[in-house]
């Protein structure tokens, strides 16, 4: 997904990346995946009883993994935002914010350049790793980026939530934002990319990690601001009005500064409801 420019988000199979191989798997994951599945009790990851009793201040970092709509963009894209630039705005001083996410990544795309590896390299015993991807994973036509739901799923599981957890830290999964996409007759917001929401919902479910679902949050803002207003928090630009968009721009997915700082807004409020460490590091001006 370019910085810009809105794109089409179809669903058809695509059958180059279907399923995972057994080599496949190894490969990415060598014995982290082992390793994940019994490591949130051995941890104290959250909903176990180490956790219940943890100290409610948290310090370390918070890391994201994600796209376009979350990475921070500098002064030359101004006033275009991505929700995990604006983030640190919401958090005590306690929490450092590495802002991982960039442009035109899926869930796999992220993984096979070794950008999930940088962060496994220094991620550290209660840090945090939030994901959220879907954005791209979804664009059957671009074969570098695709990413089925069922392989989705699967990298956030083995990947995203129990390779972190081998490393002492807490993932953290969030839906994907919501486009600015609407039926026009209700004048109500379509859910995003339902498929991928609905797989990162049911791998949060089943492993036990913690969910922001920002598809329903955003989605719920949205509606409650309504179709024209939705356009301040989008990139809708017009012509002259910043010298960064010279001829002006209508982009349904990526946020303004205003946009992007309501999305970390929800992200918080969400985090500070999750019963975490990190939950009291939430600044209480954002509840």
Same mark, same amino acid.
């Given at each position: 997904? !370019? ?105 796999? !795309? ?178």
């Amino acid at each position: 997904m !370019s910085p810009t420019t809105p794109r089409s988000h179809p669903f058809s199979a695509f059958s180059a990346f279907s399923a995972f191989s057994a080599d496949r798997r190894r490969f990415l994951l060598g014995t982290t995946a082992a390793l994940g599945a019994g490591a949130a009790t051995a941890l104290g990851l959250p909903g176990t009883a180490s956790a219940a009793s943890a100290a409610s201040a948290a310090t370390g970092t918070l890391y994201i993994a994600s796209d376009s709509t979350a990475q921070t963009y500098n002064s030359g894209y101004y006033p275009q935002a991505g929700w995990g630039q604006t983030l640190p705005g919401f958090f005590s001083s306690n929490i450092t914010v590495a802002n991982r996410a960039i442009g035109g990544r899926s869930s796999r !795309s992220f993984i096979e350049q070794g950008r999930l590896a940088s962060i496994h390299q220094v991620i550290k015993p209660g840090d945090y790793l939030f994901v959220q991807f879907g954005h791209n994973d979804a664009t059957v036509g671009n074969a570098e980026r695709y990413t089925p739901p069922a392989d989705y799923k699967e990298y956030l599981r083995n990947d995203y939530i129990r390779a972190t957890r081998a490393r002492g830290a807490t993932p953290v999964v969030v839906t994907p934002v919501s486009r600015r996409s609407y039926n026009a007759s209700t004048g109500q917001f379509n859910v995003s990319f339902p498929a991928y929401v609905d797989a990162a919902k049911a791998v949060a479910a089943e492993e036990g990690a913690p969910l922001v679902d920002l598809s329903a949050l955003s989605r719920a803002y949205l509606n409650g601001i309504g179709i024209e207003a939705s356009k301040n928090v989008f990139l809708w630009l017009n012509p002259g009005q910043y010298p960064n968009f010279p001829n002006g721009v209508s982009d349904d997915t990526h946020f303004q500064q205003n946009g992007a700082t309501q999305m970390s807004r929800l992200v918080a409020q969400a985090v500070a409801r999750l019963g975490l460490p990190l939950s009291g590091e939430v600044k209480p001006a954002t509840l």
